[in-house]
C-alpha cells in the first residue's frame, strides 16, 4: 500500500473523477492524471496561503514609505 502524503486526494473524490472520464478523448489514465493534478495544486496554494496568512495579519496593509 501506497503511504499517505499530505496532499492525497480523499477516495470519494476520486471515485467522482472516475465517473466523470470522457471515453471518447483521450485515455482515463491521463484524465484522471489531470484531475489529481489540478488538485493537488490547489491543495497546495491553499496551504501556502494559509501559512502565509499566520504570519501576515488579514487584511494586509503596507506601510507608507
Given at each position: 500500500m501506497t503511504p499517505?502524503?499530505?496532499i492525497t486526494p480523499p477516495?470519494?473524490?476520486v471515485e467522482q473523477w472516475?465517473?466523470?472520464i470522457?471515453?471518447?478523448?483521450t485515455s482515463w489514465k491521463q484524465q484522471l492524471a489531470a484531475r489529481a493534478?489540478?488538485?493537488g495544486y490547489e491543495q497546495h496554494?491553499?496551504?501556502l496561503l494559509d501559512a502565509m496568512h499566520s504570519v501576515v495579519?488579514?487584511?494586509y496593509e503596507p506601510e507608507a514609505e
Open positions: 499517505e502524503h499530505p477516495p470519494e473524490l472516475y465517473d466523470a470522457d471515453d471518447e478523448s493534478a489540478q488538485w496554494e491553499k496551504m495579519p488579514q487584511p
